[in-house]
């Protein structure tokens, strides 16, 4: 798979007034798909195999991004969409069509002039939209969207990047940028035949009902169809081998396709960290594989080229803690002949579901429930009181946003119970007024006519997770350090649906660890791992690349570009850089801080996508 940083399409409606958006694109892309009219579709700049397109007599229909549909399969499955004046029903078979391909991809159709495009549920794969001269477009990178809108950064909307741990739906999709608007996973963008969108919903939700011996086979099976569409065999695949469930069952699953792996171990020095020991019992059962393992003086330091501009995403990351690191892994797994690397990203965030889940079970089943809850109140030392608050807490979805917004500069206990329809978000005590007056508008604004993605809160939960971790699975892939993308198989769409097919309480005990994934991988990967219940970590790593960043942090803190735009208080932010290790907010809150002012800073660095740059040639028309 060639890498993809550069990567990039836009979607144009069939209408009179598109191309002439269109051509301020054509001059900067590769390729073009035209719809049945000529007019231009899809334009924009991938290698092979990374966009499947069938032309049936009117009818267009394109898969891009990661897929095992051939486009002769593509093309067997858009004969049996019939024509149709039902926007809806046409849309319904679109679906149809491809129901049950693993991977992870966009998915684009156009009939008769009207238009469909989706990224996936997950988010892993994005969509935005934008108007131009009154024509809606889209596309799958919003900076691209940006440099047609012209609009500049949405401070409300960064400012929202400051929040931790996680920013609610349907917030979490939108987009930093004025006048590009993000589409949340679970719905879609038609466009008519005047170039106007709309969205609709096009995800079904899973059952949530399967017990665990149900549901693990179907579990297993979508991790093996996951990981089987980007392992071919004798192929030399990159995987990470921390010794964790997640990331071993992943290699489990590429070695039975017939992969040759190169794994990367990385060991921490925290004492009691078991990584580097468990990733070695997983390695004595995968003969052939060549392993890379590093230690933390054979890396560079966590935040190594803080102050380097680099070539910005779409939104601020934290992916800026150890991209030099992530580097330097790439360019040794590229050396070993790989060009893709698996990661077990995600896997925390999908086969379990969050605490949140006992609200609904102690509804649904009172005797397990408060089982349950006593259990996870043991097991992570809540409070009775905190405890008792979360469980009775009847909220809306609406209110408890009005909630989120009413205390966003207030920092939670540590040893509460979730209350509420997610992780409370709170902004941290750096963050300027402003900040707090533009997050708190959002919040409220989002609560007047906004619904949870489901109506069971501990649900919904469950997928805001799963696609944070999507949203970031995406950074991950367009990143592509050392040309070596990374695949999320616990990200794809089929994997998230298997896992919340089955009952939350089947997935999450207070007596087992991640019972879901062990079942579904019993049999393949060893039992030691399986049983394994400890996680490492890599604190000590955290705050000695910060100290060697000191110098660099004393300069931004005299010049930050938060401050400068009003969404940080000066010293306090001064003091979070230069004495992180007085913070008692944990290391995911500053981070998310650098994160946006390392994005601020590269964006003044490289205010256009490179990938946007002209092209000598005019682009070839892919059909």
């Known amino acids: 798979m060639s890498a993809c940083h550069e990567c990039w399409f836009v979607v144009f409606p069939d209408c009179e007034s598109a191309p002439r958006v269109a051509a301020r694109f054509t001059g900067r892309a590769c390729r073009v798909v035209r719809h049945a009219s000529g007019r231009p579709w899809l334009v924009g700049c991938w290698p092979a195999g990374i966009l499947a397109v069938a032309s049936h007599g009117s009818a267009r229909l394109a898969m891009a991004g990661t897929f095992s549909l051939t486009e002769d399969d593509l093309l067997r499955r858009l004969r049996a969409v019939r024509p149709t004046a039902d926007l809806v029903r046409w849309t319904v078979d679109i679906e149809a069509a491809v129901s049950g391909a693993p991977g992870s991809f966009h998915l684009m159709a156009s009939m008769g002039g009207e238009v469909y495009a989706r990224g996936s549920f997950s988010e892993a794969r994005r969509l935005f939209w934008s108007s131009a001269d009154g024509v809606t477009v889209a596309a799958d990178r919003a900076r691209a969207l940006a440099w047609l809108a012209g609009g500049g950064i949405d401070l409300e909307q960064l400012a929202l990047r400051l929040a931790y741990p996680d920013v609610p ?5 939108g987009a930093p940028w004025r006048g590009v608007h993000g589409v949340p996973g679970a719905e879609a963008l038609l466009f008519d035949r005047h170039g106007q969108a709309g969205t609709r919903r096009w995800w079904q939700e899973p059952s949530g009902e399967l017990p665990l011996e149900v549901g693990a086979p179907a579990v297993r099976q979508a991790l093996e169809n996951a990981v089987g569409v980007r392992a071919r065999p004798g192929q030399v695949l990159g995987a990470d081998l921390s010794g964790g469930m997640d990331s071993t069952s992943l290699c489990f699953l590429a070695a039975r396709a017939g992969a040759s792996l190169v794994t990367a171990t990385l060991e921490w020095a925290a004492s009691g960290n078991e990584d580097s020991a468990y990733a070695e019992r997983a390695a004595a059962h995968l003969p052939g594989i060549q392993r890379l393992v590093f230690g933390p003086a054979d890396l560079p330091a966590y935040f190594t080229g ?19 690191q992530q580097q330097y892994i790439a360019d040794a797994m590229r050396a070993a002949g790989a060009e893709l690397r698996l990661t077990g990203h995600g896997g925390d965030h999908v086969v379990e579901a969050p605490d949140q889940y006992l609200h609904g079970l102690l509804r649904r089943h009172p005797v397990r429930g408060i089982r349950h809850a006593a259990g996870q109140r043991a097991r992570q030392h809540w409070a009775l009181r905190s405890a008792a608050r979360s469980l009775t807490d009847t909220r809306s979805y609406q209110a408890w946003l009005n909630g989120v917004a009413d205390a966003l500069n207030r920092s939670g206990d540590p040893g509460a119970a979730p209350t509420g329809w997610g ?4 902004l941290p005590p750096w963050a300027g007024r402003r900040a707090v007056e533009y997050v708190a508008h959002l919040l409220r604004q989002a609560a007047r006519t906004v619904e949870p993605v489901v109506h069971e809160r501990g649900r919904h939960a469950w997928i805001q997770q799963a696609q944070t971790a999507g949203r970031l699975a995406g950074n991950i892939f367009h990143s592509s350090l050392g040309g070596v993308p990374g695949a999320s198989p616990f990200c794809d769409d089929a994997v998230i649906n298997a896992c919340l097919a089955v009952s939350a309480s089947a997935t999450k005990s207070p007596w087992t660890y991640k019972p879901l994934l062990a079942e579904a991988m019993r049999g393949l990967v060893p039992e030691p791992i399986l ?3 400890s996680k490492d970590h890599s604190g000590k790593e955290w705050y000695a690349g910060l100290k060697l960043q000191q110098a660099q942090l004393a300069d931004w803190a005299a010049d930050s570009r938060l401050v400068a735009c009003g969404l940080a208080d000066g010293p306090e932010l001064k003091r979070a850089f230069l004495s992180p290790s007085m913070l008692d907010l944990g290391a995911h809150t500053l981070e998310a801080t650098l994160a946006v002012e390392a994005w601020l800073r590269d964006i003044e660095a490289c205010p ?16």
């Open 306 to 324: 803080l102050g380097q501009p680099h070539e910005p995403d779409d939104e601020p990351t934290v992916l800026v803690r150890d991209r030099a």
């Open 608 to 623: 256009t996508p490179t990938y946007l740059r002209e092209h000598a040639d005019e682009p070839a028309d892919a059909r």
């Open 423 to 426: 992780e409370p978000m709170t």
């Open 169 to 173: 739906h349907p917030l979490a999709s």
């Open 531 to 533: 049983a394994r219940t």
